[in-house]
């Protein structure tokens, strides 16, 4: 039986964006709106998703550094989709954030705020009665703040608890939620990250697609479950240098 039929992505001109879509085309697929910064930096991508597996794909362009205003604030207008899957992120400079304000917002709003509207719309009460999946990737940032990323762990941690929030809602209702706390993978974000931790993004995708309707919290690739584990209860003086 095919998982989905038609799914909504926001961040998708994301490499692992990229790698999960094939494997949904793959999968049955048949209907893809991927919501971007810049969608002419996808039309490479989107032309192979058509040519190779049939698919319709929309587009739609937004930057999420838009929809911050409190004045204003932000109403995204999102269709029904069985699968709704969030992989925009920004690590930013963390160096820069420590004495930037502009820097840590921005890595703020992209990772945390900026998303607020989205998650609001997909989840509306209407839409939760009925049978859907969101995934959300966050990262194993969010475990511990370090000194090196802090702004960014902060961020992907109050975008994990949002939506542990709405996995909780939603825990008797037919819409799933799946927080995906990603480790490094081999993208643009984690070039300077250890060669060793780096997993591709098919594996990635892969990984996702053994159970597709799965719902709760995991750590991608699994392993890292137990990395956090240490790395959580690590003494002040060694998380200190992390
Ligand atoms: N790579 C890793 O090791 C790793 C580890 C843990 C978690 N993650 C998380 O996994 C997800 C996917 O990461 P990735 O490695 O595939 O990253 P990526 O290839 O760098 O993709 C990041 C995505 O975020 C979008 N984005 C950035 N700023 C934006 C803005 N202002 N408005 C709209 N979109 C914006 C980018 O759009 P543009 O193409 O327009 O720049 C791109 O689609 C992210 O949430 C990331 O935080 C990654």
């Known amino acids: 039986m095919k998982p989905f039929e038609s799914v909504f992505i926001l961040g998708g001109t994301s490499t692992i964006a990229r790698a999960i879509c094939v494997k949904l085309a793959e999968s049955g697929v048949k209907k893809f709106h991927l919501v971007s910064r810049d969608k002419n930096s996808n039309i490479q991508f989107v032309k192979k998703l058509r040519s190779l597996y049939r698919v319709e794909v929309t587009q739609e362009e937004h930057d999420l550094l ?53 998650l609001t719309e997909i989840t509306n009460y209407q ?33 994990s608890i949002f939506c542990e929030g709405l996995l909780l809602r939603c825990h008797d209702k037919p819409f799933s939620v799946r927080i995906i706390k990603a480790g490094y993978m081999d993208t643009p974000m984690a070039e300077n990250a250890p060669k060793l931790l780096r997993v591709s993004p098919k594996k990635v995708a892969e990984d996702l697609m053994h159970n597709p309707n ?29």
């Open 66 to 118: 838009s929809n911050c205003s409190l004045s204003e604030p932000f109403l995204p207008k999102v269709d029904f989709y069985d699968l709704y899957l969030l992989t925009s992120g920004y690590m930013g400079d963390s160096d820069l954030a420590k004495v930037s304000t502009l820097e840590a917002l921005k890595i703020n709003a992209i990772n945390y705020s900026s998303l607020i509207p989205w």
């Open 127 to 159: 839409r939760i009665k009925l049978k859907g999946s969101l995934w959300v990737f966050t990262s194993v940032a969010c475990d511990r703040g370090r000194p090196s990323n802090y702004h960014y762990g902060a961020a992907k941690a109050a975008l």
């Open 214 to 242: 799965k719902r709760g919290i995991e750590y991608l690739p699994w392993w890292w479950n137990l990395i956090m584990f240490f790395v959580r209860i690590l003494p002040d003086k060694y998380a200190a240098k992390l």
